[in-house]
């Protein structure tokens, strides 16, 4: 059984666009992070979500808005895409903060 | 504010080699520190973890040990197998939980 799965697994897309990246987790944890790996692979933590609560929302463009409707899934919504948007989305879990995370499998985003 | 600076890469090894790879970080307080690994095309998976002075995490015979004289959690694996090429991170959750840092990841590659 999966832990941490994301869909898409690729996501290629023109520039201007809307698009979602779904996470789901079954391991019952009750934190979720959204991370963005670049091309040189350096990841940076974008969002966190503990029992549905934002608790970090690093500094990213508004187009991005997460979403948690409950504790085992976080989305992320990204508006209007731009070039400098691709790279690897990471969602990932943990059972409280400060612990180890749990990352999913990750969606390769492509804007053309 | 907390950092974790981790050596540079490609690292290039023989099969059987001995394995370093440096990771320093600069935090307030006691925080926890991981080494995770990705291996091509998947998402990052926890190889070990220390929580406090002096604790060694071991796993898969890469071993780790939390320095505070020296600030640092360099992990060591005394013989590679080519199974071990991939990207290491070092992390730091820091004293409050709600913030987790990764270093830029160090690549290594394991040729027979």
């Known amino acids: 059984d999966t832990a941490v799965s994301q869909t898409p697994k690729y996501l290629v897309t023109q520039m201007g666009n809307d698009k979602s990246i779904k996470c789901e987790q079954n391991?019952?944890?009750?934190?979720m992070y959204w991370y963005k790996q670049d091309s040189k692979k350096f990841l940076k933590i974008m969002f966190s979500y503990n029992n549905k609560e934002l608790i970090i929302n690093e500094t990213v463009p508004n187009r991005f808005s997460p979403k948690s409707p409950d504790k085992a899934h976080l989305n992320l919504h990204i508006n209007s895409l731009e070039l400098g948007d691709s790279a690897v989305y990471f969602c990932a879990s943990s059972q409280g903060r400060g612990v180890e995370q749990y990352f999913g499998p990750g969606t390769r985003l492509t804007v053309t | 504010g907390d950092s974790v600076t981790q050596m540079e890469g490609p690292v290039t090894l023989s099969e059987e080699a001995f394995l370093t790879i440096n990771c320093t970080y600069t935090?307030?307080?006691?925080?926890?520190l991981f080494w995770y690994v990705q291996y091509p095309g998947e998402g990052l998976q926890l190889l070990l973890k220390?929580?406090?002075?002096?604790d060694k995490g071991s796993n898969k015979g890469f071993e780790a040990t939390y320095r505070k004289e020296t600030t640092s959690f360099h992990l060591e694996k005394g013989s590679v197998q080519v199974s071990d090429s991939a990207v290491y991170f070092c992390?730091?959750?820091?004293?409050?939980?709600?913030?987790?840092?990764f270093g830029t990841g160090t690549s290594l590659t394991v040729i027979p």
């Open positions: 220390a929580t406090k002075a002096d």
């Open positions: 992390a730091l959750s820091d004293n409050t939980g709600n913030q987790f840092y």
């Open positions: 935090a307030t307080g006691y925080p926890s």
């Open positions: 391991l019952g944890h009750d934190t």
